[in-house]
Every structure is written in C-alpha cells, then in structure tokens.
Nanobody, 126 residues
Framework: QVQVVESGGGLVQAGGSLRLSCTAS????????MGWFRQAPEKEREGVSC????????YDPDSVKGRFTISRDNAKKTVYLEMNSLKPEDTAMYYC???????????????????WGQGTQITVSS
C-alpha cells in the first residue's frame, strides 16, 4: 500500500521561510518523479515544482522560481520543498505526489501523478 505523507506546513509571516517534507512508502521511491502542487481557496490546483527520478528539477516560472527549492533524499524516501521569501499569495494547501517513473524530466501536470498525500496547509500573513 502506497502512502504519501506531507509535513512542515504552518503559519508564517510574509518574507519568512518554511521547509516542507514528504515521505513516500510502499513504492520504489528512487524510480518516481515527485511533485509539489498547491491549491488556494476557490482556485484550481497548480503545479509548484517537481523533481525527476534522475534529479532534474522544474519550477513554475511565474510564481515560485528563485524562491523555492525542491530536493530529494532517496535513502530517506523523502522529497523537500524549501520555501523562502514567502508571500501572502503562497497561502494554500500544499500537496505532494508521486508520478511518472524513470523519466529524465518531470511534468508539472497533476494528471500525470498517481499517488497523492493529504496535504499540508501553509498560511502566509501580511
């Protein structure tokens, strides 16, 4: 049984930092691309960043590039999202997902991802 569990969310002031963690079990973690997605109230879920099984990274260029950093530790079966210079518009539920296997690159398309966590809330106050 595959389980994906996020942690690290919370309340932070604008300009602050947070690090999200996501641990996946029940699958061969090394083989999977991992993605972070977010959904703000009354908005559709959007891709934030992803990292392929080979370690290549993709960021949504309009909103987070330069502020967020994704990384993975295959030994710990964990993917991280380091978030700096947080803005109120970053407020959302953040989801981690395991997606395409063996790809050199990863998609920021939520429909390409198979296993999802329950999400962790991030609220950025102004």
């Amino acid at each position: 049984q595959v389980q994906v569990v996020e942690s690290g969310g919370g309340l932070v002031q604008a300009g602050g930092s947070l690090r999200l963690s996501c641990t996946a079990s029940g699958l061969t973690f090394d083989d999977y691309a991992m993605g972070w997605f977010r959904q703000a109230p009354e908005k559709e879920r959007e891709g934030v960043s992803c990292i392929s099984s080979s370690g290549n990274t993709i960021y949504d260029p309009d909103s987070v590039k330069g502020r967020f950093t994704i990384s993975r530790d295959n030994a710990k079966k964990t993917v991280y999202l380091e978030m700096n210079s947080l803005k109120p518009e970053d407020t959302a539920m953040y989801y981690c997902a395991a997606g395409p296997r063996f790809g050199r690159w990863c998609p920021l398309d939520q429909y390409k991802y198979t296993y999802w966590g329950q999400g962790t809330q991030i609220t950025v106050s102004s």
